[in-house]
């Protein structure tokens, strides 16, 4: 065990432990060689033979992310592989790795010594080899496991050594606080470059010379031979603004390179390097093309956006051997996101009047006209149109009604004396001949007696008239002629009652009413109506139009009407005449409206009802589909 100091030792000359760390905290390398350092510390100070971290894979297998001391060289260099190469104690130690990593603990375990002993002390042959898997937990990579090999004769030891290798395990804390501190200083370098070129273009009030500044700032930040910025004008990028170059003309070479090369970079909608690396999908033709003409050089395309559009493309170019880095692109990407505002903002109002009126509309005409929105622009485009059709479309306005068809005129057959209805002929809706057809037939039997009871009478004045006459009585033979003349008169009106107690149409028709099957024997009345009878080849119609479309009736105006019937069909009317009068039908005020049927149908009835349509000339779609609401907000509000 006192071997164990000097060979443990990283560097020559014996340092304290306080020195070690001293100099662990202050390295400044790579991460593979820190964890060398780290490992080679641990051993030192935890008095372990060697040392190694190791992470575990998802297949089962272990990395060796780092070993103390050096494990042989590669097969490529001549070694073995690498399960070969690894010691015989970390080979055994596999298996224990994600138990270290689960437990989350310290794990101890004896290691089994080697076949032979020559060669070793008699206190190396009774000390017992122990390997101590002591669990890391690294935010670069992830869940990890250190494995020292110590040998010891009695537990004590491995206690202590397993105390102090613990103890030392935080040590790694220092590697990640360098990582962080190293991207944190980073960070702030490029926030300190964005922050001074963003400081140099607030200096400026003017587009061209807040252009120029940013260029000449991206080139002295980071060391490039020409800076370029052009926008975007139309479909093209023109060219506004070079470093260190007031004055240059857009038919040079070099300009029109360049502008090709922000082309290239606009269209594909992201940043293009040239040279580019193999994994690289963007095309870099124009880039190269100006690399090739103009140096060689390194060509980086950065788009500047607007709302997620790209308005404008800054170009840097630097000599062949000094390419860009990753940070240096995040540098000036932030860059360019700083600046942007500010330069678009320039470059939209500082302008004259009319250059920015043109700018607008054009701008104006690009959304209405480009491919964005489409749907929103076919509906507004719809909507237009609609309003257009509207305002502009005529149409043909019709007035609507109620009407009910009615005979043109109606002949009605009354009682032409008290009586009693004797037999019924016809009913409702036969048709009739006029002067031919008996209707119905009256009882006659008591004018009939009463017709004898006047003859007798006028039989027996006659005869007084006679017996006066050859007794001379001239006076009385008079008188009694005057009674005779009187009863031949009510013999003739007697006559006449007879004859007419056969009821007989008048005119040809159909009977519309008068329905008295079921009435014979029943009393009438002089001058009761039994019949109605009607020429169905003469119907006219009596429209019912409301007050607010009265004035719009006129004399002569033609329309079609469409019964409940036959909604099907149309019959086309004229307008014959206009009730001034208004009348209440149906809790409404109307005007009656009589109109003539130019066309005959067999199937129409008077007393039939539907709906008739007047036109009434062309009109605006927009006032024939809102009249009524207009006139109504009208008469509400008083407008």
């Known amino acids: 065990m006192n071997n164990v100091h000097n060979h443990q030792q990283p560097a020559g000359g014996g340092p304290t432990a306080a020195e070690l760390v001293e100099k662990l905290s202050q390295f400044d390398g790579s991460s593979g060689q820190f964890f060398w350092n780290l490992l080679a510390v641990q051993c030192f100070l935890g008095r372990a033979d060697s040392g190694a971290i190791l992470r575990s894979r998802q297949d089962e297998g272990v990395d060796i992310l780092a070993a103390y001391p050096q494990l042989p060289e590669s097969p490529a260099e001549g070694g073995h592989d690498q399960g070969r190469r690894a010691p015989a104690w970390l080979n055994e130690s596999v298996s224990s790795v994600r138990e270290a990593i689960s437990t989350d603990a310290t794990i101890v375990k004896p290691l089994p010594g080697p076949d032979g002993e020559g060669g070793r002390t008699s206190d190396e042959r009774r000390a017992t080899s122990y390997v101590l898997f002591v669990p890391l937990k690294m935010a670069e990579f992830g869940q990890a496991v250190e494995a020292f090999v110590i040998r010891a004769s009695d537990r004590s030891t491995v206690e202590t050594c397993r105390e102090q290798l613990e103890l030392t395990a935080n040590l790694l804390g220092i590697s990640e606080r360098r990582v962080a501190l190293q991207r944190r200083q980073g960070d702030l370098r490029r926030l300190q470059k964005a922050m001074e070129t963003l400081s140099a273009i607030n200096r400026q009030n003017r587009f061209t010379s807040t252009a120029m500044a940013l260029c000449n700032e991206v080139a ?49 909608d992201c940043e293009v390097l040239y040279p580019a690396s193999p994994e690289a999908t963007h095309i870099s033709r124009a880039a190269g093309e100006l690399s090739k003409r103009h140096g060689p050089l390194v060509v980086l395309s950065l788009p500047l956006r607007q709302d997620g559009e790209v308005r404008a493309v800054l170009t840097i170019e630097r000599p062949l051997g000094e390419s860009f880095g990753l940070e240096e692109v995040e540098a000036i990407r ?83 004396f008290d009586g009693y209805i004797k037999s019924v002929s016809v009913e409702v809706g036969d048709t009739v ?32 008239v006679d017996a006066a006459m050859r007794d001379g009585e001239i006076a009385q033979a008079q008188i009694a002629q005057a009674n005779a003349d009187k009863i031949e008169a009510q013999i003739e009106l007697l006559n006449y009652l007879i004859e007419q107690g056969k009821i007989i149409s008048p005119i040809s028709g159909t009977v519309v009413k008068g329905d008295l099957k079921r009435q014979i024997g029943a009393p009438v ?87 008739a349509k007047i036109s009434i000339g062309e009109r605006p779609y927009i006032w024939i589909w809102t009249r009524r609401i207009v006139n109504w907000l009208r008469m509400k509000l008083w407008l």
């Open 334 to 416: 932030l860059t360019c996101e700083l600046c942007t505002p500010r330069l678009l903002n320039l470059y939209e109002h500082d302008r004259w009047v009319g250059a920015r009126v043109v700018a607008k509309a054009r701008s104006a005409l690009a959304a209405l006209v480009g491919p964005k929105h489409t749907w929103t622009k076919i509906l507004a485009i719809l909507g237009f149109s609609v309003i257009l059709f509207l305002i502009f479309g005529k149409g043909q306005f019709r007035s609507e009604a109620p009407f009910v068809l009615e005979a043109t005129y109606q002949q009605v057959v009354c009682a032409s």
């Open 220 to 268: 002295s930040q980071w060391r490039c031979e020409q800076v370029s910025i052009g926008f975007l004008k139309g479909r093209y990028v023109q060219l506004k603004a070079m470093s260190y170059t007031e004055d240059f003309s857009r038919k040079m070479k070099i300009v029109q390179d360049i502008e090709s090369a922000m082309e290239e970079c606009l269209d594909q």
């Open 525 to 611: 009345k002089t001058g009761d109506v039994l019949f109605e009878v009607t020429p169905l080849e003469s119907l006219r119609a009596e429209l019912l139009v409301p007050e607010d479309q009265i004035f719009d009736i006129k004399v002569d105006q033609a329309g079609y009407l469409a019964t409940v019937s036959y909604p099907a069909q149309r019959i086309k009317f004229v307008v014959e005449r206009v009730n001034p009068m208004a009348e209440v039908v149906k809790d409404r005020n109307v005007f009656k409206v009589r109109v003539r049927l130019l066309e005959k149908r067999s199937w129409m009835r008077p007393g039939m009802e539907g709906v």
């Open 433 to 464: 001949e006029g002067g031919q057809t008996t209707l119905a037939e009256l009882d006659t039997a008591e004018l009939r007696l009463r017709l004898a009871a006047a003859k007798a009478e006028r039989a027996g004045y006659l005869k007084q």
